[in-house]
């Protein structure tokens, strides 16, 4: 059974900072991967996907990189924003389409 | 597209009441998945269905649980009866089969008191 981890629980950071979010997996028999961002009281919004066969994606401050080999994935956020303050959770996808995700980090950028 | 529509948003509901809820995934996407979010166990799948078909139902706790898709627009996951624990945010998800995004509804509030 795949099982996600995702370190640290929560981050806090002064506006500005460079940071990675790391997680990790069990199974690396995965289709892709995918982070999201979910802000309080709000649904799940995806930022970056991640197919089993790359290694990197961008969009704009952030990049998201992926080992299968090794199970482990970051997602790096670039001159951090109060803005970013938000959960970020990554999710594995599997064979049979089965969406497995981690506990999430939860991040605050502080102005 | 809308994307995934879910309602109601918030339902607050006795215990031992049936509680539906409702699900209408992306158009063309063959894959839909419900997610229930609590602060204390984070995401955990509940049920997914390919094709209108239940692939997983492993994650679905009890019996009181149920989940259909009569047809490839339209899910509804049923709690009867409810009971306090049930308390959580429930999400809907779908994509499209193999290594593609999955797109989730804004999710709903369930209390149960």
């Known amino acids: 059974k795949q099982e996600v981890t995702q370190i640290p629980a929560a981050l806090s950071v002064p506006e500005g900072e460079n940071l990675v979010l790391n997680c990790s997996f069990t199974d690396s028999a995965i289709y892709n991967l995918q982070w999201f961002r979910q802000d309080p009281g709000k649904g799940l919004t995806s930022l970056l996907l991640?197919?089993?066969?790359?290694r990197e994606q961008t969009s704009g401050r952030l990049n998201a990189s992926l080992d299968k080999s090794s199970g482990r994935s970051t997602l790096y956020i670039a001159a951090s924003q109060p803005g970013d303050s938000a959960t970020y959770l990554c999710a594995v996808k599997n064979a049979g389409n089965m969406l497995t995700f981690g506990g999430g980090t939860r991040l605050m950028v502080k102005p | 597209d809308a994307g995934v529509i879910q309602s109601p948003r918030h339902e607050v509901t006795e215990m031992g009441q049936e509680v539906t809820l409702r699900c209408k995934p992306i158009s063309g996407h063959n894959s839909l998945f419900w997610y229930r979010q609590t602060m204390m166990r984070g995401l955990e799948l509940l049920i997914y269905f390919n094709n209108n078909v239940p692939i997983d139902d492993s994650g679905m706790p009890e019996d009181r649980f149920s989940a259909k898709m009569p047809n490839a627009s339209f899910s509804t996951l049923k709690i009867q009866p409810s009971e306090p624990r049930d308390s959580a945010v429930y999400f809907c998800a779908s994509s499209l089969e193999g290594g593609v995004k999955a797109f989730f509804g804004q999710g709903t509030r369930l209390t149960v008191v």
């Open positions: 991640i197919q089993s066969s790359q």
